[in-house]
């Protein structure tokens, strides 16, 4: 009798499929944004041909998905670290939403994906993940924060075996059969919406305060917030939702629509919708009621950035908040981004790569054969003579305010917070150290990927490239 090993790749795709069986029975509009996607995908196809899959083949971007879930506590943010690990999902990157929004959002978050391109190419299933930052005092009093750290304490979101199954994928690359089932099985439960009832009073005293932090710390478990489907032309998806009557949130988060290469990340969600949900009230009486506290969402991503480019990506945000305050009543953020993108960022890939804005891998053009060169040859001129053809390396990350925008969207209110007080510290190191895993930092990777390829490039020419601008 033989028995079958699921890899880190296995176990990684059929997770995001689990995960999407049960959030489209949990939110079955869910299972209508998923169509429309593969609708706007389809007819992107057909109308643009190969260049279509320049940022992915089809087959990668329509089993794309991101999902997001939120912890209350250093422990289950380190526990649910060892989860993700055993299917072959790192921390990567730090995101602090809770300056990022005019809302109440305590939370700093993370980001588990693969790390390694080929392991990216067989599914790049990732999981934004988010830790209440409850000792923040901008947010939580001090008898909030104990009471929230007494509740947190109180309650077990990853069990023994789960976490013993997890610790033995990551460390074995994988899970024969029956383990690789069960481990599925109990990874795929613990994000489960859970039928227990919700404490009435200390849920709706925490909604004051932040409906982020009361659908962490104010309920027994974990679960989906969101899962997220990837498109190519996500303007298309929104006008498609709209007309099937579902309601979006206001905007695209993220850069705006326009005639040049798409860069980072782009994201929009329908309005969270109305869910029931039991609670047990100070009697003891248990009583239905409904939260709106889930939403779907949907991306479209490109290029990803280098230091430079994300500096003149910032430089540019600024400025669309410049001018759009000092634009005439009812002109769109939409509106004032188109005009500032077309005047600063270049309008082809070639020119990103150029000036060093993006990253990209280069490929040697029908591999000339090697010569030697003493004087390092640019990066500028084997593009420009056709000798390296720079690919684009897609954006596996996310984006701070885009995630807080979307966040916002999807609140009732925008809760409280005094901004009088000083707010905790956390960086990425800080973050690494609750985690008890060093979180890479996704510039870092990229670069990487490019050096490789560069690299890889030299020795096929036989000569050495200068990446200076």
Same mark, same amino acid.
């Given at each position: 009798?033989?028995?079958?090993?699921?890899?880190?790749?296995?176990?990684?795709?059929?997770?995001?499929?689990?995960?999407?069986? %049960?959030?489209?029975?949990?939110?079955?509009?869910?299972?209508?944004?998923?169509?429309?996607?593969?609708?706007?995908?389809?007819?992107?196809?057909?109308?643009?041909?190969?260049? @279509?899959?320049?940022?992915?083949?089809?087959?990668?971007?329509?089993?794309?998905?991101?999902?997001?879930?939120?912890?209350?506590?250093?422990?289950? %943010?380190?526990?649910?670290?060892?989860?993700?690990?055993?299917?072959?999902? #790192?921390?990567?990157?730090?995101?602090?939403?809770?300056?990022?929004?005019?809302?109440?959002?305590?939370?700093?978050?993370?980001?588990?994906?693969?790390?390694?391109?080929?392991?990216?190419?067989?599914?790049?299933?990732?999981?934004?993940?988010?830790?209440?930052? #409850?000792?923040?005092?901008?947010?939580?009093?001090?008898?909030?924060?104990?009471? %929230?750290?007494?509740?947190?304490?109180?309650?077990?979101?990853?069990?023994?075996?789960?976490?013993?199954?997890?610790?033995?994928?990551?460390?074995?690359?994988?899970?024969?059969?029956?383990?690789?089932?069960?481990?599925?099985? $109990?990874?795929?439960?613990?994000?489960?919406?859970?039928?227990?009832?919700?404490? #009435?009073?200390?849920?709706?005293?925490?909604?004051?305060?932040?409906?982020?932090?009361?659908?962490?710390?104010?309920?027994?478990?974990?679960?989906?917030? #969101?899962?997220?489907?990837?498109? $190519?032309?996500?303007?298309?998806?929104?006008?498609?939702?709209?007309?099937?009557?579902?309601?979006?949130?206001?905007?695209?988060?993220?850069?705006?629509?326009?005639?040049?290469?798409?860069?980072?990340?782009?994201?929009?969600?329908?309005?969270?919708?109305?869910?029931?949900?039991?609670?047990?009230?100070?009697?003891?009486?248990?009583?239905?009621?409904?939260?709106?506290?889930?939403?779907?969402?949907?991306?479209?991503?490109?290029?990803?950035?280098?230091?430079?480019?994300?500096? *003149?990506?910032?430089?540019?945000?600024?400025?669309?908040?410049?001018?759009?305050?000092?634009?005439?009543?009812?002109?769109?953020?939409?509106?004032? @981004?188109?005009?500032?993108?077309?005047?600063?960022?270049?309008?082809?890939?070639?020119?990103?790569?150029?000036?060093?804005?993006?990253?990209?891998?280069?490929?040697?053009?029908? @591999?000339?054969?090697?010569?030697?060169?003493?004087?390092?040859?640019?990066?500028?001129? *084997?593009?420009?003579?056709?000798?390296?053809?720079?690919?684009?390396?897609?954006?596996?990350?996310?984006?701070?305010?885009?995630?807080?925008?979307?966040?916002?969207?999807? *609140?009732?209110?925008?809760?409280?917070?005094?901004?009088?007080?000083?707010?905790?510290?956390?960086?990425?190191?800080? $973050?690494?150290?609750?985690?008890?895993?060093?979180?890479?930092?996704?510039?870092? $990777?990229?670069?990487?990927?490019?050096?490789?390829?560069?690299?890889?490039?030299?020795?096929?020419?036989? %000569?050495?490239?200068?990446?200076?601008?």
């Amino acid at each position: 009798m033989t028995t079958t090993e699921l890899t880190l790749s296995d176990l990684r795709a059929d997770f995001a499929l689990r995960l999407a069986t %049960l959030y489209g029975n949990e939110v079955p509009a869910y299972n209508t944004l998923v169509d429309v996607s593969k609708e706007v995908n389809e007819d992107f196809i057909r109308k643009n041909g190969a260049d @279509a899959e320049r940022l992915g083949s089809i087959e990668r971007v329509t089993a794309e998905r991101h999902g997001a879930i939120r912890v209350g506590s250093a422990r289950e %943010l380190a526990q649910v670290a060892r989860v993700f690990a055993g299917f072959g999902m #790192h921390p990567v990157g730090f995101y602090d939403l809770r300056d990022a929004s005019a809302s109440s959002v305590p939370v700093v978050s993370t980001a588990f994906r693969p790390i390694d391109a080929a392991e990216l190419a067989k599914n790049p299933f990732r999981v934004f993940t988010s830790m209440l930052a #409850h000792d923040d005092r901008r947010f939580f009093d001090e008898e909030t924060q104990q009471q %929230l750290e007494t509740f947190l304490d109180s309650r077990t979101l990853f069990g023994e075996e789960l976490l013993s199954l997890a610790d033995r994928s990551a460390r074995d690359g994988g899970l024969e059969e029956p383990d690789a089932s069960r481990f599925l099985d $109990l990874a795929t439960a613990a994000f489960e919406l859970s039928q227990e009832p919700v404490d #009435h009073d200390w849920y709706f005293k925490l909604e004051k305060i932040s409906a982020v932090a009361a659908d962490i710390g104010g309920v027994p478990s974990t679960h989906i917030n #969101h899962l997220t489907p990837r498109v $190519l032309d996500i303007d298309d998806l929104y006008a498609r939702m709209e007309a099937r009557g579902i309601t979006m949130i206001d905007e695209i988060q993220g850069p705006p629509d326009w005639d040049g290469p798409d860069v980072l990340l782009r994201q929009t969600s329908f309005k969270a919708l109305a869910e029931e949900r039991r609670f047990r009230h100070a009697g003891g009486e248990v009583r239905t009621g409904s939260l709106r506290v889930r939403f779907g969402e949907v991306e479209q991503r490109g290029i990803a950035l280098t230091a430079k480019g994300r500096d *003149l990506y910032d430089r540019l945000v600024a400025e669309v908040d410049a001018r759009r305050a000092g634009a005439p009543a009812g002109t769109t953020r939409v509106e004032v @981004a188109e005009v500032v993108w077309r005047e600063s960022l270049p309008a082809t890939e070639h020119e990103l790569a150029l000036q060093e804005l993006a990253f990209f891998t280069y490929r040697v053009a029908d @591999a000339p054969a090697p010569q030697t060169q003493t004087e390092p040859a640019t990066l500028r001129a *084997l593009v420009e003579s056709g000798a390296l053809i720079p690919e684009p390396i897609v954006y596996e990350d996310f984006l701070p305010r885009s995630a807080a925008g979307i966040f916002q969207s999807n *609140l009732t209110d925008d809760g409280s917070r005094d901004d009088d007080q000083e707010g905790t510290y956390y960086d990425i190191e800080r $973050l690494s150290e609750v985690i008890g895993i060093r979180i890479s930092d996704p510039t870092d $990777l990229y670069a990487a990927q490019q050096r490789a390829s560069l690299s890889a490039a030299e020795t096929a020419l036989g %000569l050495r490239i200068s990446t200076d601008a």
